[in-house]
């Protein structure tokens, strides 16, 4: 555990019941987890939740490392739900648990009998909260999604990608996290409310629709010019307004030694201080360069004349240099640079999970408390915590849960 | 407002003071204020917050359409906070709210007098929130950033975009929205936690460290090759080790004419009956498409066999014949399809904000509650809630903020 790290116990003595699976529905639960919740994985006793094995772990047959990111800092219990007991142990968690979130393909849930009327009729007070593919009324409302899926239908790779190319798939996982942190605002919305009414509410979320959050700025875009926002590289969707604005080539050259400059609209030092950096302070006056809309006119004399001086700059001292003189620069890092940066690691950013298994270097929950980032724990081992959820929530003892064990039901 | 929409009602009675500008720190009290908070912006009596001139809105000199999508449901007063009397109604305020949020420069609210140590010791239970480029203890921590450069620096470029091409900005303002909503959980679980403690709490987010959060798979893939995490266009980022997998193409072959196909790993049964939706059932036993490994080994092969048939379709009509056969499939829609889609406007999903200044259909907050969306409100005009706030929060009659008023305070 990283020494920064302080448990920020938000929501402590929250339980929260996770029949989520994938990325969705987890790191909507992990978000909780981080913030204090009690978050207890119900999974199938042969194999567990399908994550455990998508792709490899630190070890051959372990869980895999996908599995470990968006499930650090919960517990595990294993019920087959396919046995009439096994249900029944699940709606007895219902009625103890201030949370529960799934995200099984559509109707599966409530084939289960786990459905909203069920348990809210069990626990009132019950947070009941859910994530699609698409929503309730929407005419692919059956249709299984995945983060891709809901980042085609959610508009995102549409505005994603070179200006003359193909539509991209935006790398960070919008449909799947994206999702899940939006979900997590309204679980948490709803169990601020339950201090006043004492009821839970049903709270869901599709992920097509979630992407909309994420892409208002094409919709502005929109607003603006009466037709669709489209991809444009690095520059801005309206297509060159602006300059400099984009990605820059640094030495040595890789895939990815390239810098972001711009400068801002409202500060026109911006562009002196810029000038004087690369060393062309003799074209502070000069009518091609003047003014935000001259350079806009000129913005392929801007990128070269820029570029000229990036290529003789690593990335990273090209951001010190610009970024010191107050003027916005930032280096393409990846995943590589990340975890070499020893800031993040001082600072908890990214953090070390100490797995059974294996280390695992993984990014931590940004958000800090009174200063210090939440600690990440290891992701449950399967079944780990059946017995201790099981006397803890059910007050059932170890021969009880012996018994259900030996017949298969956990 | 839509006909659909409910206000959720969870956050009845918390009062937000609300010093954020641009989109990180408005798309965050934007949340709070759809769950039901009553988020009140402290703008400039001159012009008000930048983000209300940031390009064009409904009619020439009124607010931006940029001001009104990631303000919506606010309320505005306006306060000089260069002047000491305006400085001390701020505090009065802060006294009385629940949660202040500021997205200001580095140092600037401690500046102002308005940091945390101050205003907690003014009102021990406000939660605290700030939202910086860079982290406390990052060699970048005074630099200014937005949102372009906070994906730069936060490993979103790096995964998106073209195999071989240069890095290409995410179309969604992950660096904006992105950060918002993860401060937006710190914030409730803040909240949640006050109940118990009666206490508020420092909640902070840097701008680069929130993008990490979402490229959680590009770790996960760092972890399984020791290699960074690359871009790959619409292909998984591993490159190539799933056919069919990406988009392609359809008819009549526009820029965004594309639907998104894949076949689950876990089901053979996805493979079996997309040959048989594109008339190619002869080709289910044979072995160059047996397998998953098969076909990854054959990507080419099989890329040309489905575009041969997409491209004899529509994207919306390809995305319906593949989904209806339980296939996962996406249509690869832009701003022109979302806002033409019927079911996101009787869904709610898309609302039109009712504004003075004319009407702007935009995209609403994606949860729902009881099945139902929060209502889209109009964003304020500048200081439309001065009188009205001051009376509510301070106890002030209208003489009162009048002579404020005239003296340039408000």
Partial sequence: ???????????????????????????????????GAEVVKVENPKGGEPGRILGTGPKPDTDAYYFMIYNANKKSVTVNLKSERGLALVKEMAKRADVFVENFAPGAIERLGLGWEELHALNPRLVYAQVKGFGQGSPYENNLAFDMIAQACGGTMAITGERDGRPCKPGPTLGDTGTGMLLAIGILGALFQRHTTGHGRRVQIAMQDAQLQYTRG??????????????????PMAGGSLA???IYPCKPGGPNDYVFLFTSHNNPQHWRRLLEIIGRADLIDDPRFATVVARAQHEAEVDVLLSEWTRQHDKHEAMRLVGAAGVPAGAVLDT?????????????IIQTMQHPNGEFRMPAFPVRFDGAPA????????????????????HMDAEDVNGLRDEGIV
Same sequence: chains 1, 2.
Avoid at 12 to 25: K, M, N, P, T
């Fill in 1 to 35: 555990m990283d020494k920064t790290a302080v448990a920020p116990n938000c929501l402590d003595g929250v339980r929260v019941l996770d029949l989520s699976q994938f990325e969705a529905g987890p790191s909507c639960t992990e978000a909780l987890a981080w913030l």
């Fill in 218 to 235: 094409a919709f502005v875009q929109h607003a603006r010019t009466g037709q669709p926002a489209m991809r444009n590289g690095a520059k």
């Fill in 244 to 246: 400099p604005y984009g």
């Fill in 336 to 348: 590589g640079d990340l975890l070499a940066e020893p800031s993040f690691a001082q600072r908890g």
């Fill in 375 to 394: 600690p990440v724990k290891p992701s449950p081992l399967l079944g780990e915590h059946t017995t201790e959820v099981f006397a803890d929530w059910l």
